[in-house]
Nanobody, 120 residues
Framework: QVQFVESGGGSVHPGGSLKLSCTAS???????IGWFRQAPGKEREGVSC????????YYPDFMKNRATISRVNGRNTVNLEMRNLKPEDTAVYYC??????????????WGQGTQVTVSS
């Protein structure tokens, strides 16, 4: 059974940092795991993804140089460290399993999400 436990969301001021964590089970995380977000009234968008088996670490342009994704050695855990956060980063962030063959472009299972709010 595929399961996700997400943590680390919260409220920060612009320019602040947050670390999101996700512990997953029920699949091989080396196939691909990552984060996407969705804000009210907006399309879902990928934030970062890591696939050991495909040799991919992905960041969209809006997150390059502001985020670092990492796997915790020996654990089914993936961390996402975000810095220099902006109000437009406000959204619910979901940890998800990368859909096979999608090369970090799609997710087929995800957790309940964690809220990230950036405001002054």
């Amino acid at each position: 059974q595929v399961q996700f436990v997400e943590s680390g969301g919260g409220s920060v001021h612009p320019g602040g940092s947050l670390k999101l964590s996700c512990t997953a089970s029920g699949f091989d995380l080396d196939d691909g795991i990552g984060w996407f977000r969705q804000a009210p009234g907006k399309e879902r968008e990928g934030v970062s993804c890591i696939s050991i088996n495909d040799g991919i670490i992905y960041y969209p342009d809006f997150m390059k140089n502001r985020a670092t994704i990492s796997r915790v050695n020996g654990r089914n855990t993936v961390n996402l460290e975000m810095r220099n956060l902006k109000p437009e980063d406000t959204a619910v962030y979901y940890c998800g399993r990368v859909q096979s063959g999608s090369y970090c472009r799609k997710y087929d299972r995800w957790g309940q999400g964690t809220q990230v709010t950036v405001s002054s």
